[in-house]
């Protein structure tokens, strides 16, 4: 168990709709990084949020967005869903504010089907 | 070309076999990750390595900066080693490989 927790594990919607997926981080983490994993593109890093402040973007698309909470959790929001946008969300947690050091927690991550 | 190349792409070994998996990369980096992916899709972190060698039971990661390449060795390979192992680099932000898909058979 990693210590990063994950809603939903599951989600399946229709496209043009929108949902929200939700990350705790570890215990003590302050950085929060999302990730998406299709079939066709792999694993990709979206965005990154430290300590509630956005610290470093991606390939994320504008119709997604994320925020972190005073409680240190995230959301990632994904709008006018795609077929295509059907992928593995992942979240992981570490402790430091850049990506140069310090070990990355992940999640179970969610499975979001579009149809 | 990928920033981030694995080889092989699939392997399959039988138990008790040494497993050799490879990473190149063409990057600057701070670090470099070794992910475990298992059936059910969660991602373990094996690895971070910045030089040297690292050891964690069965796994050994190696890293050779100067040649910018990466490997993962599986001593004594079991079917439960049966994932995907993903490189990853932190150029600064995460560059994943494609994957490595092993098979361990009894």
């Known amino acids: 168990d990693s210590g990063v927790t994950q809603t939903p594990k599951h989600l399946i919607t229709a496209t043009g709709q929108r949902v929200t997926l939700r990350c705790s981080p570890r215990s003590g983490d302050l950085s929060v990084y999302w990730y998406q994993q299709s079939l066709d593109q792999g694993l990709q890093f979206l965005i990154q949020?430290?300590?509630?402040?956005?610290?470093a973007k991606g390939n994320i698309l504008e119709r997604f967005s994320a925020q972190q909470f005073p409680d240190l959790h995230s959301e990632l929001n994904l709008s006018s869903l795609e077929l295509g946008d059907s992928a593995l969300y992942f979240c992981?947690?570490?402790?430091?504010?850049?990506?140069?050091?310090?070990?990355?927690?992940f999640g179970e991550g969610s499975r979001l089907t579009v149809l | 070309k990928n920033e981030v190349e694995q080889s092989p792409q699939n392997l399959t070994a039988q138990e008790g076999e040494f497993i050799t998996i490879n990473c190149s990369y063409s990057v600057g980096i701070s670090a470099l990750h070794w992910l475990q992916q298992h059936p059910g899709g969660g991602i373990v972190s094996l690895f971070m390595l910045s030089s040297g060698k690292k050891k964690h039971g069965r796994l050994i990661a190696t890293i050779n900066i100067q040649e910018k390449h990466s490997s993962l060795h599986i001593t004594a390979s079991h079917p439960r080693d049966s994932a995907v192992y993903i490189c990853?680099?932190?150029?600064?932000?995460?560059?994943f490989g494609t994957g490595t898909r092993l098979q361990v058979f009894p």
């Open positions: 992981a947690s570490s402790v430091n504010r850049d990506s140069y050091t310090g070990e990355l927690f």
């Open positions: 949020y430290y300590n509630g402040e956005e610290r």
């Open positions: 990853a680099v932190r150029s600064p932000k995460l560059i």
